[in-house]
C-alpha cells in the first residue's frame, strides 16, 4: 500500500508563509516554530487551486479569520477590515453616480461587500484563482453576505488581461 508510506501532510504548517513571517518568532527552537505556526489556528479550508493554494483558518481564540494565498494572508476578519471595507468605500463616495463597478480581487469578499453598500447597478469582480470563492464563504458574517448579491458578477481571470479583452465599461 503506497499510502502506507506517505507522511502526513500538515497543510496548516505547509502553508503558514515561514518565508514571510519569520520575523515573528521570537525564539528560533522548534517549539517556537511549532506553536507560530500551528499551534494557535485551527484550519477551516486547505486548496491547492490551479494557480495558487487558498488557505483559511481561524485564530483558536475565534477572535480571527485569515485566508493566505501560497502562505501569504491577503484578507481577515479583523486586522485587514479597514484597508478591506475602505477599498469598497472611498472609490464610490468619491465618484459623483457610480453604476457600474469593477473590482479586482475577491479574497474575504468584504471590499465586494462594502461596494454593495451603494446603489450601484452592477459590480464585476475579477478572482484570478476559483479556490477562493469556497473561502470567501468563511466571511459571510462581516462580507455581508457578498456573494449572494444578485449584482455580483464574479469572472475567474487574469484581471489585465480581463480589462484587455471586455467592451464593457466601468465608473
Known amino acids: 500500500n503506497v499510502n502506507f508510506y506517505k ?3 500538515n497543510a496548516l504548517l505547509m502553508s503558514s508563509g ?3 513571517y519569520v520575523t515573528g518568532l521570537k525564539t528560533s ?4 516554530f511549532n506553536y507560530y505556526t500551528t499551534g ?3 484550519l477551516l479550508m486547505y486548496r491547492e487551486g490551479i494557480t495558487t493554494t487558498v488557505t483559511v483558518a481561524a485564530q483558536k481564540n475565534g477572535t480571527n479569520i485569515w485566508l493566505a494565498t501560497n502562505g501569504k494572508i491577503d484578507a481577515s476578519s479583523e486586522p485587514d477590515m479597514p ?4 477599498s469598497g468605500h472611498i ?3 468619491l465618484h459623483p453616480n457610480p453604476r457600474h463597478v469593477l473590482v479586482v480581487g475577491l479574497a474575504s469578499g468584504v471590499t465586494v461587500g462594502a461596494v454593495q453598500q451603494h446603489p450601484v447597478e452592477t459590480e464585476t469582480c475579477v478572482e484570478i484563482e476559483p479556490a477562493v470563492r469556497e473561502a470567501t464563504h468563511f466571511f459571510s458574517y462581516v462580507n455581508h453576505n ?3 448579491d444578485t449584482r455580483l458578477k464574479i469572472e475567474f481571470n487574469d484581471a489585465r488581461n480581463f480589462l484587455l479583452v471586455t467592451d464593457r465599461k466601468y465608473d
Open 7 to 9: 507522511p502526513d501532510w
Open 18 to 20: 515561514m518565508y514571510h
Open 29 to 32: 527552537d522548534r517549539a517556537s
Open 40 to 42: 494557535c489556528y485551527d
Open 83 to 86: 484597508t478591506q471595507v475602505l
Open 91 to 93: 472609490p464610490l463616495l
Open 146 to 148: 457578498a456573494l449572494e
